[in-house]
């Protein structure tokens, strides 16, 4: 604590403000905060006029309004009164250029076409919805006619193996290597040999009764289980062979103890 005390004390201690400097900064926050105060004046003059704007479009028969561009924080005031108010709101167009903000009723929600053609920049009215539903016919056409080839491929006959034809006889041209014969053997058609590794599948299904299943696995358990007992009583036996000589021989060491002790009586 000492050492540190005394590193502080060495520091030279920051230059002290002159009073100009301090009503410079003091002046600086002031404006600052008149900039800040004055910001959120006008926007709360702007959300005014949103909901003014807005009030009026409930009770008129527009479909829609459109505000002119502005930036993202303009265009949020937008969507949080119309949302608020049961509209729909949506921005179309680039940033920092045109991108600006419509508001639609409910119940006059735009349509795909509209929103395709504001956002392609096409503006929206009665001559680019019927380009659009043109486009849309067409585009739909087109799709039908693509499926329908589709399903055309897909039902053209295959060519099977037995139509296609060799151009030439490969016995003719290797006959001067394998001979005519040999070529006959290599092109015989080879059969496979059902009786190495091959089972008919008739011969796999278990033709059983269920009860008679569930006879075979018991039968299948109770020999199991004779198995195991066959195999486990030898060594039970041994095991009483071992514990019978054993008895005797304790039985022996008594009676040879006995009769130490009754002829040490004796005596």
């Not at 003719?172 to 040999?193: S, V």
Request: hydrophobic residues 30%.
């Amino acid at each position: 604590m000492d050492l540190l005390n005394s590193i502080l004390n060495s520091m030279e201690k920051p230059p002290a403000a002159t009073e100009q400097q301090k009503k410079l900064i003091k002046k600086q926050k002031e404006l600052a905060e008149h900039i800040k105060n004055k910001q959120k004046e006008e926007l709360n003059r702007f959300r005014k006029y949103v909901e003014d704007r807005i009030g009026r479009f409930a009770k008129d028969d527009r479909p829609h309004i459109e505000f002119q561009p502005l930036d993202k924080v303009h265009r949020a005031i937008i969507h949080e009164v119309a949302e608020f108010g049961g509209f729909i709101a949506m921005s179309f167009g680039r940033e920092d250029i045109d991108r600006h903000s419509v508001v639609y009723k409910k119940e006059n929600a735009p349509s795909e076409d509209e929103i395709a053609a504001r956002r392609n920049g096409d503006g929206w009215n009665e001559e680019v919805a019927k380009e659009y539903a043109e486009r849309r016919k067409q585009q739909r056409e087109l799709e039908s006619e693509q499926k329908r080839l589709a399903r055309a491929s897909n039902q053209q006959p295959t060519t099977s193996e037995s139509d296609i034809k060799p151009t030439s006889n490969y016995k003719d041209k290797y006959a001067h290597l394998i001979g005519q014969e040999a070529a006959l053997e290599a092109a015989r058609k080879t059969e496979t040999n059902k009786s190495y590794g091959f089972v008919p599948s008739k011969n796999k299904k278990d033709m059983r009764s269920i009860e008679q299943t569930l006879a075979d696995i018991q039968a299948k358990k109770k020999r199991k289980l004779e198995q195991q007992q066959q195999i486990e009583k030898p060594d039970l036996e041994q095991a009483n062979v071992v514990e019978q000589q054993r008895n005797s021989l304790g039985a022996d060491e008594g009676t040879q103890a006995a009769v130490l002790i009754a002829n040490a009586e004796d005596q």
